[in-house]
Nanobody
Framework: QVQLVESGGGLVQAGGSLRLSCAASGRTFSDYVMAWFRQAPGKEREVVAAIGRSGVNTYYADSLKGRFTISRDNAKNTVYLQMNSLKPEDTAVYYC????????????????????WGQGTQVTVSS
């Protein structure tokens, strides 16, 4: 498994921006599809975005399209999540995840496909 460490969370006012980073180690980063999930208190963990091995293919949860951008730098073994126009309902713990799944199968939004997870970073958006 690959080891993942998230950073960049914090407290921000509604309408503000944050960029989360997830540094990977232990395996060849470019072998993995990467994703961001989030979990708000009392709610299920849900997918935010996913990105294919080369960075060409991306997926976003419908409710987040246009506000969040996922990207990766394989030379730096890092995946990013740029979050703009943040809303109080974006408040959650954000998790980075990695998988060796095959993108063409279309299951990149499924939590059970990911077997490596970071510890999470808290994002709090105040109104």
């Amino acid at each position: 498994q690959v080891q993942l460490v998230e950073s960049g969370g914090g407290l921000v006012q509604a309408g503000g921006s944050l960029r989360l980073s997830c540094a990977a180690s232990g395996r060849t980063f470019s072998d993995y599809v990467m994703a961001w999930f989030r979990q708000a208190p009392g709610k299920e963990r849900e997918v935010v975005a996913a990105i294919g091995r080369s960075g060409v293919n991306t997926y976003y949860a419908d409710s987040l399209k246009g506000r969040f951008t996922i990207s990766r730098d394989n030379a730096k073994n890092t995946v990013y999540l740029q979050m703009n126009s943040l809303k109080p309902e974006d408040t959650a713990v954000y998790y980075c995840a990695a998988s060796r799944l095959f993108w063409y199968r279309g299951n990149y939004a499924q939590r059970q496909q990911y077997d490596s997870w970071g510890q999470g970073t808290q994002v709090t958006v105040s109104s």
